[in-house]
């Protein structure tokens, strides 16, 4: 794999919420990079963090009760989280576009969709409202919405649920962002509908030249379309690498339990292998390894010591990350 | 959508009639006019005579017949007191009472919608909370303490205004400040909580990733959501509004509906309660059809309903 | 039953999540203004239960030689510290005394028109049909009207006494009550877990009462706490047309009314019962409005963030 | 896990026969009342024990067979048999003494569980409407066993729903559904909201129910692998109708239908046993979204997005026909005119 | 008070009122917008209502008189407000021609505003307008002249002979309230627009707004000051008054005494009317005159007056003003003497008297300033003594019912607020109505009272007055029908401008001759 360069780079990144007496630890330090080019998928369940890290990325995260105690995110060298409020409307939009999960909500009620993509151009001062229009039309038609020059004028609750994901792509590449941050792009979605926003997101890339970073926690859908994958857990990425070497030969239990518990294997009669309880409550996040409770393979040291951050060599040569203290046994598979 | 406006009018026809029926029959209830409109020591025979005169000796029955049937024909009957048609009365002092109603509306929603939405940018801020006292304290305000107050202090005491009447502009200030308060605060509350809903949204989110600045975010995509909010707050507000306009009128001797209404009851006048009862219930019917006009013009989900 | 004990599910038992909610009165305490305005309102209810027993006589004790007295001094007792009336009557004994009825006024009222119409509501909601259209039709009537012109007509036929005032107050705020009642029934009707009790063959009685006036009551509670405001307002603006409470009985609203009189000399007439209703009014609609973020899981963090970080 | 139980006519604990659900909008000041066909004439058998995958995407009907059958719609048409009794057409009294033998589960563990109950509260609940099951001092220690059997422990029953987990609170919906000891169990996605570490919980323990109660199953989800992985036969739902039913094994391993086919297809898959990176598994994009029920197309309502159509599709419905090289009894059938063979594709 | 503090009262205001800033605001506030209106010679009149009409047959009702009477419609004669004399107006002399016929020589070179001349002939026409024209509501007609029938008619230009059915001794009395409208005055209904003799003519009634007179140049007698004069009105007696103080209005014609706070701006004035507590003779414990004589010593007039009274008004011992022919001056005003009032309830009691059954206090909201408070205060006095009294204040309609004749049947004891305005001169449109037996708010039916009225009414000079002054001591001292308490004074606020002296005519008429500016 050509190292391209490096486009995101978030490095231990630490977001909190703060309610009541109690204080959440959404994220706990997650690290991970993004190349130009390539797609990235974070993978992970619900409240693990990743909607927040994207959300942290694009200076989303309302604060109060949100606030980032430490970290760096830096997009193409610059630092988002102190970049002045004009540089960055320079970057969002222009250069970092997002899809996110819900369209129906993501997309405003009260203006028309062309009104809506329009908007991107006319904050980033670009062309005429005559050419903001034309340029609307052309990108519902690029993204597949028959009928774009009558669909502009048309309201998102016209739009059925696919057809709204589509429009909200449209908004988020009206610019030819060099980065897409995709939120779950797909999950409200059916099967069919799902496999063709996938389609058009990765033909959309491959026009573009854009990187995409793909929040999911699907492990179909990442397998299918990630270069690389950062799973994360409990607020920190566990581990991270080319999707292929990670979903094939995990070295995470996490990782591993998570791909064990899902259905779909060949042998029926086989019956799933859940994990174990619940994911933390990242109020009172356990001491040492966040995944220990639950791990089948916990040992003494992780009930005390936090895994370190460990490189691993994989088998194509490329190498990835692992927060564990056993990366090596989980990955020879010698631990069951 | 003209179905569902149609059923409005027709729904509202008959809360209308029902209305009319109902003070029909409950001002008959309230005594006779005679032992008001007469001098303390008239006659026996010469209330009878008064009573004949006017028709009130009458079964009330068919005395509501014979208003059903003159109302058709657009005769809203002879006011007793003011010697002249009913509605001749009432239209004439309409214009007042609907002037002070959309100022005080205009005032409270501009104020209303721009403080409100400016504590909503910071909650709990200094101006949030400010604010919100504010609001709470115009909300919960006596409105004939406050007008009374309000001559002493800026009319009488500081002379800045004058205290009461009509005229220029100068006259509008009092009455205007005064019943615009609890609209005002109402509208506060509400734009500041629907405002606070809509920054939370997920449309916000999307407009701040598109690089959209923060003050088209929260005047333009979160304020246009909350408009809905608003206008129903205001609309029912504008009936409130006539409740106010009763002391704003009699205190500042504005000649409007609201005054009249409260004369006429207390005089007994029943056919001037009757005439500024379907005149206000009309404008109020209207009043719902302008609402329901903006709803649609606001929401466009609404339209392709 | 077989053994559950050995299944990864039963270990999962062990990993109960319990989501920490610090209680009520913490959050309230948490709150200044809130607390500020439920310490008013618990004042008042003691005002309430206990006023008219111990300054009662204090109340009603004419003394025109200390007609008009300013408020701010002790030189004519305690009881003349917030001044005396027309007719040389203890202000605070009033207040204190007024207190019972116009509590008791607005509250009864504002019980009355949840009571009747959070019930007239549910059945809009839950019945449907014919009855439901004749409810909102009557709601339609009694909102399409200034309310206070339609308790200056009921008065005038039933004769402004304290039961008549309640009910036509009542009458004047039921559609509030039936409206939101019947939306939040349509709404939680269709809820899941209501359809999961009629699934369980649970009737309309059943749904009616161990679904869906449990989960209505507390935002007609909430509207509850502002009514008592506007209640209270429109008490004294009766009043103040003069076909309110009638003396000798005494509310804030009628002290309002016969201070403005004496607005000119004795400001304190009129200003310090209009205080206390704006008080009064202010404390309902703050602890309305926390009730309201309490209840909004949205917004109940901003009560349970530290200090200084809302 | 257990192989499909042996299947005879008696054996049929529900026999569902043409339902139809239709909803009217209302009508406009200058538009017609408008018929959404939300399903259109269904049919099918549940046997004893057994468990019956409904699968298909959002609007085609699966979640209003669900309602349906529980009565919380009232069907437009049809039949269904509950041992021999019309579910359908039962007065208020019969319908309640049914519901002891039928239950449900929702999609939404949160939603459908009343939050300002107790769990106590919320699992006995069917013995506050049906009294005669359980005597009252009999109910705390019915409601604890009943935790337990569910995987969770006896002094839950004292905690309010938003003191759990979604998949916990999953399991108290299915508690509750068991108090009744119901035959039937229809399942309406109750895993769809759930992230697929606690999913794979709770199908395991629907599973172990079923193996120690020999409950017979409907389980509808649009999540195609927990469809094959729990159930023994599947029915495919497309606008309103059963386009293809059978055997699970039959149906995944070769789909007669091409709308069939193609969500299997669609299904984005975990390869992991592919060694190499080559030959992605063939995928059919379908082009276009369903439409609306309120105006299905004429003919095979899959036509307007089918690589296969014809003029005769647009013309006539395919009914549902016994595949010939089906192995199971009954067979499989599928509604097309150009069905998939073993040899094709 | 707030309005023109003098540096001495600053800091006693200051004391009282919790405004410092509004005070020192005071004195730029008053001189901006007293110098506004200067200029033109225009008074204007805040009222306390806006006349529902301006029928000149309907200006008896003091709304309406205030505007009309006097200075767009005139009399025959007029009553001095001083002692009750009748003096000429549009009638120059009168006499009385046998029992049942009077002669009015009437004044020549009178024109009507539009320039109609007015001759017997016009006169007859008018009074026959006020008298019949039943299509026209008439206040006149049913207050003044109900039972009596009266045929007008010119002997020539400017004679009027008025013939009565029965001897009209006071007759010229009754014509102080018969205004004299100009022929054209349609015959068949109301109208608005009062076409008179008087100085001044009507220019618009602005509805809701205000209306103007303007000086009529025709007039026949002196030319007034003021050229013009505006009517406004506010119901607020606080913001009338505030109105004066702000230079805005010239005239307030009536405020409440507690808004009266600056002497060198309020003049007070009897207003003729009388307020007394009605007491229910019929009813126990009521029929006894321990009782009554009781009810009259537990009340403190002393403290009343001065308090919730104004200093100005008289404590009263009849229902008339002593400017009214008739008035007994021999009676005494009642002392405060609640020891004596105790001991006649207990001496009642002894007798058998149900001294506790419980006397209902009715009072009339707003019958007069402070009528409410009045009111808690006499309840107040009268529980002192140990009386058993309930409060209750009704709106005036309901109040009318317990007034006014049919009594209800099952009624308790009733001691009910009222007040009696006579400013017509004579006895006899107090005492009839009021005391004697058929009287319609009579609450006594006394033989012998019943027949001196009757031979008052018929009297004439010196005899009727005797015979009225021994009505009112049967009234007073035999009978106790009353608890008197009042003669009542109006206070009118005169802004700085202009000169007005406020009389007991004020009430019901305010003549714009009068003023003078200063």
């Known amino acids: 794999m050509s190292e391209a360069a490096t486009l995101l780079e978030v490095r231990d990144l630490r977001v909190e919420f703060r309610s009541g007496l109690e204080t959440v630890h959404a994220v706990n330090g997650a690290t991970f990079d993004v190349r130009a080019g390539e797609t990235a998928a974070i993978l992970g369940e619900s409240g693990c963090g990743k909607s927040v890290t994207a959300a942290a990325i694009m200076r989303l995260l309302p604060q109060p009760p949100a606030r980032i105690t430490a970290g760096e995110i830096r997009f193409d060298g610059e630092s988002v989280l102190t970049m002045s409020r004009p540089r960055w409307r320079q970057i969002a939009g222009r250069r970092i576009g997002m899809v996110f999960q819900d369209a129906l909500s993501s997309l405003n009620p009260v203006f028309s969709v062309g009104w809506q993509i329009a908007e991107a151009f006319r904050v980033h001062g670009e062309a005429s409202r005559a050419e903001r229009r034309r340029r609307a039309i052309e990108l519902l038609d690029r993204v597949g919405i028959s009928g774009a020059a009558t669909r502009v004028d048309h309201f998102p609750h016209q739009f059925s649920g696919g057809m709204r994901q589509r429009v909200m792509i449209a908004m988020a590449v009206a610019l030819g962002p060099s980065l897409l941050i995709a939120d779950e792009p797909t999950t409200a979605l059916d099967v069919t509908i799902q496999a063709q926003i996938m389609d058009l997101l990765a033909s959309l890339r491959a026009e573009y030249g854009m990187a995409m970073v793909l929040i999911s926690h699907d492990l179909g859908v990442v397998s299918e379309v990630a270069d690389r994958v950062a799973v994360m857990y409990a607020g920190r990425v566990v581990e991270s690498g080319p999707t292929r070497e990670v979903l094939r030969r995990p070295s995470h239990p996490y990782t591993l339990a998570l791909l064990r518990s899902v259905p779909g294997g060949k042998s029926k009669a086989q019956k799933l292998h859940p994990i174990v309880g619940s994911p933390p409550d990242l109020a009172r996040m356990p001491v040492g390894c966040a995944f220990h409770p639950r791990c089948e393979m916990a040992r003494e040291i992780c009930t005390r010591v936090a895994p370190p951050c460990t490189v691993v060599e994989g088998a194509s040569g490329a190498t990835r990350t692992v927060e564990c203290h056993f990366a090596a046994e989980v990955a020879s598979g010698r631990v069951a | 959508m003209m179905r569902y406006l149609g059923q409005r009018a027709l729904h509202s026809a008959i809360a209308l009639g029902a209305l009319v029926m109902l003070v029909f029959f409950l001002v008959r209830l309230t005594g006779d006019p005679a032992s008001l409109y007469l001098p303390i020591d008239a006659s026996v025979e010469q ?16 005395q509501f017949a014979s208003f059903v049937g003159d109302v058709l024909r657009g005769d809203f009957g002879h006011s007793i007191r003011k010697d002249r048609p009913a509605l001749e009365v009432v239209l004439e002092a309409f214009p007042t009472t609907l002037s002070l109603a959309v100022g005080t509306m205009v005032i409270a929603v501009v104020l209303g919608v721009v403080v409100g939405s400016l504590a909503a940018i910071r909650p709990g801020g200094m101006f949030d909370r400010m604010s919100t006292l504010t609001s709470l304290g115009a909300a919960s305000a006596p409105d004939f303490w406050v007008a009374i107050t309000g001559i ?12 009461s009447g009509t005229g220029g502009w100068q006259y509008w200030i009092l009455p205007l400040a005064v019943l615009s308060l609890r609209p005002f605060g109402l509208l506060v509350q509400v734009v500041r909580g629907s405002m606070l809903s809509a920054l939370g949204s997920a449309y916000v989110k999307t407009a701040r990733a598109k690089g959209v600045g923060e003050a088209t975010v929260v005047f333009v995509h979160a304020l246009r959501n909350s408009g809905l909010a608003v206008v129903t707050v205001a609309g029912d507000q504008m009936v409130g509004i006539v409740n106010g306009a009763v002391i704003v009128e009699t205190v500042f001797g504005w000649p409007g509906v609201g005054k009249l209404m409260i004369d006429a009851v207390i005089q007994r006048d029943f056919t001037l309660v009757q005439a500024t009862i379907l005149v206000t219930a009309t404008a109020i019917f209207v009043l719902n059809v302008v609402i329901d006009l903006l709803y649609v013009l606001l929401d466009p989900r609404i339209r392709h309903r | 039953m077989s053994d559950p004990a050995a299944t990864p599910v039963a270990a999962a038992a062990e990993a109960v999540q319990v989501r920490r909610r610090l209680p009520l009165w913490r959050l309230l305490v948490r709150d200044r203004f809130a607390l500020v305005a439920a310490f008013w309102l618990a004042l008042l209810v003691v005002c309430m239960a206990f006023g008219p027993e111990l300054l009662g006589k204090a109340a009603t004790a004419l003394d025109l030689r200390a007609r008009n007295t300013p408020p701010g001094s002790l030189e004519k007792g305690w009881l003349a510290v917030l001044g005396t009336d027309a007719l040389g009557r203890s202000m605070l004994a009033r207040l204190v005394v007024a207190t019972r009825n116009t509590m008791a006024v607005a509250l009864t009222a504002i019980t009355l028109a949840l009571l009747v119409g959070g019930l007239l509501g549910m059945i809009a909601g839950y019945v449907g049909g014919w009855s439901s259209h004749l409810i909102m039709r009557g709601a339609d009537v009694l909102q399409s009207f200034p309310s206070l012109l339609l308790a200056v007509v009921v008065l005038y036929v039933l004769e402004p006494r304290v039961s008549n005032l309640v009910v036509v107050l009542a009458v004047t705020r039921l559609p509030v009550y039936v409206r939101v009642a019947r939306a939040e029934v349509l709404e939680i009707r269709e809820r899941l877990f209501v359809q999961a009790a009629r699934a369980l063959g649970g009737g309309r009685r059943h749904i009616l009462r161990r679904h869906i006036a449990p989960v209505v009551a507390p935002t007609l509670l909430t509207i509850l706490t502002v009514d008592f405001a506007v209640v209270m307002l429109a008490e004294s603006s009766l009043s103040f047309l003069g076909i309110g409470i009638q003396p000798p009985e005494i509310t804030w609203g009628l002290m309002v009314a016969q201070g403005r009189n004496h607005l000119a000399v004795a400001w304190w007439l009129s200003f310090l019962p209009g205080l206390a209703i704006m008080l009064a009014a202010m404390s309902a609609n703050v602890l309305s409005s926390w009730l309201r973020t309490v209840g909004d899981p949205s917004q109940r963090w901003r009560l349970e963030a530290p200090r200084g970080e809302r | 896990m257990a192989a499909s139980p042996e299947q005879s006519p008696g054996d049929v604990v529900l026999r ?40 298909g995407e959002s609007g085609c009907g699966k979640s209003t067979v669900a309602r349906t059958l529980m009565r919380l719609d009232e069907p437009t048409a049809g039949r269904a048999l509950l041992d021999g009794a019309d579910v359908f057409a039962m007065g208020p009294r019969e319908l309640r003494r049914a519901r002891r033998r039928m239950q449900i589960v929702f999609q939404d563990p949160y939603a459908s569980l009343n939050p300002r109950m107790t769990v106590e509260e919320i699992i006995a609940e069917p013995w506050d409407i049906h009294p005669e099951v359980l005597e009252r001092r009999e109910r705390p220690e019915r409601v604890r066993a009943l935790l337990e059997s569910v995987g969770l422990r006896r002094d839950h029953a004292e905690r309010y729903p938003h003191q759990f987990s979604g998949g916990q609170l999953q399991r108290i919906g299915v508690a509750r559904a068991m108090a009744l000891e119901p035959e039937v169990l229809i399942c309406d996605e109750p895993v769809s909201a759930l ?74 898959r975990l390869d992991l046993d592919a060694e190499s990176d080559a030959a992605p598994r063939q995928r059919i994009l379908l082009g276009g979204e369903v439409p609306s ?14 690589w296969k159509a014809t003029e005769l599709c647009a013309r006539e419905a395919p009914p549902l026909t016994a595949d010939p090289e089906s192995r199971s009894r009954p067979p499989r059938l599928v509604a097309c005119h150009f069905p998939e063979s073993d040899a094709g594709s | 008070m707030l309005h023109h503090a003098s540096v001495g009262q600053r800091s006693r205001l200051r004391a009282r009122i919790a405004w410092p800033c509004a005070l020192s605001a005071l004195a730029i506030g008053l001189g901006l917008t007293a110098s506004a209106s200067a200029a033109e010679r225009t008074v204007t009149v805040v009222l306390s209502e806006e006349p529902d009409v301006l029928e000149p047959c309907q200006s008896s009702r003091s709304n309406i008189g205030r505007v009309v009477k006097q200075n767009i419609v005139e009399t025959l004669v007029e009553i001095d407000p001083k002692d009750g004399q009748i003096t000429p107006r549009l009638a120059t002399a009168w006499q009385q021609v046998d029992a049942n016929t009077w002669r009015f020589t009437l004044r020549e070179g009178v024109k009507f505003h539009d320039g109609a001349a007015f001759d017997a002939a016009a006169a007859v026409k008018s009074i026959d307008r006020t008298l019949h024209a039943t299509p026209i509501e008439c206040e006149i007609r049913t207050k003044f002249f109900g039972g009596l029938k009266i045929t007008a008619k010119a002997v020539d230009a400017t004679t009027l002979e008025l013939v009565t059915d029965k001897p009209a001794p006071i007759l010229p009395t009754m014509m102080g309230t018969m205004t004299i409208t100009s022929p054209s005055s349609p015959m068949d209904k109301a109208t608005n627009q009062p076409i008179g003799t008087g100085p001044y003519k009507l220019d618009e009634w602005k509805v809701g707004q205000e209306i103007t007179l303007s000086r009529f140049d025709g007039y026949w007698g002196p030319k007034p000051q003021a050229e013009r004069a505006r009517y406004v009105w506010r119901t607020e007696s606080t913001v009338r008054a505030a109105m004066i103080a702000a230079g805005e209005a010239d005239i307030a014609a009536n405020i409440a005494v507690q808004d009266a706070t600056d002497p060198k701006m309020d003049f007070s004035y009897p207003n003729s009317e009388t307020s007394r507590l009605r007491i229910d003779t019929t009813r126990p414990p009521l029929d006894d005159r321990r009782v009554r004589m009781a009810l009259n010593y537990a009340i403190d007039r002393g403290a ?36 004596k009032a105790m001991k006649l309830l207990a001496e009642a009691r002894a007798a058998g008297v149900p001294v506790d059954n419980e006397i209902m206090m009715i009072g009339r909201i707003n019958i007069y300033p402070n009528a409410t408070e009045a009111m808690e205060a006499m309840h107040a006095m009268l529980q002192a003594v140990g009386l058993n009294v309930k409060l209750k204040m009704l709106e005036v309609a309901e109040w009318v019912n317990i007034l006014q004749k049919p009594y209800a049947d099952d009624r308790g004891p009733v001691l009910l607020q009222a007040q009696h305005d006579n400013n017509n001169g004579d006895a006899v449109f107090t005492v009839y ?28 000079g010196d005899e009727r007055r005797k015979l009225w002054q021994e009505a009112f001591r049967i009234i007073g001292d035999d009978i106790i029908a009353d608890v008197p308490l009042f003669h009542m004074v109006g206070y009118t606020r005169v802004g ?11 009430n019901s008429e305010l003549h714009i001759e009068d003023i003078t500016f200063k």
């Open chain 4, 16 to 55: 569902v026969e043409g339902l139809r659900k239709h909803f009217t909008t209302p009508g406009g000041f200058r538009r017609q009342p408008v018929v959404v066909r939300a399903v259109d004439d269904v049919s099918f058998d549940l046997a004893r024990g057994e468990t019956l995958g409904v699968v």
């Open chain 4, 195 to 268: 992230d697929v570490s606690v999913q794979a919980q709770v199908v395991n323990l629907l599973e172990e129910i079923q193996a120690r109660l020999g409950i017979a199953y409907i389980f509808i989800a649009h999540d195609l692998a927990v469809v094959r992985h729990l159930s023994h036969r599947i029915a495919v739902m497309y606008l309103g109708r059963i386009v293809e039913i059978g055997p699970e094994a039959e149906i995944s391993e070769a789909p007669r239908h091409p709308y069939t086919k193609a969500l299997l297809s669609a299904e984005p």
């Open chain 5, 496 to 506: 700085s401008r202009v000169n007005f002296q406020p009389s007991i005519s004020t």
């Open chain 2, 152 to 163: 002493l202090l800026f009319a009488v005491a500081l002379g800045w205004l004058p205290t």
């Open chain 2, 47 to 62: 209330r009878q005579a008064f009573s004949e005169r006017h028709g009130f000796d009458r079964p009330v029955l068919a």
């Open chain 5, 304 to 339: 009343l007056r001065g308090s919730i009274f104004s200093a100005d008004v008289e404590p009263s011992t009849q229902l008339v003003v002593p400017s009214i022919n008739g008035h007994n001056p021999e009676l005494k005003v009642w002392p405060y003497d609640p020891d």
């Open chain 5, 433 to 460: 109505n009021k005391y004697h037996c058929e009287g319609a708010n009579s609450t006594i039916c006394d033989k012998k009272l019943d027949q001196t009225i009757e031979a008052a009414e018929k009297a004439t």
């Open chain 4, 293 to 306: 029920p309120a105006d299905p197309p004429s003919g095979c309502r899959f036509r307007t997005r089918c």
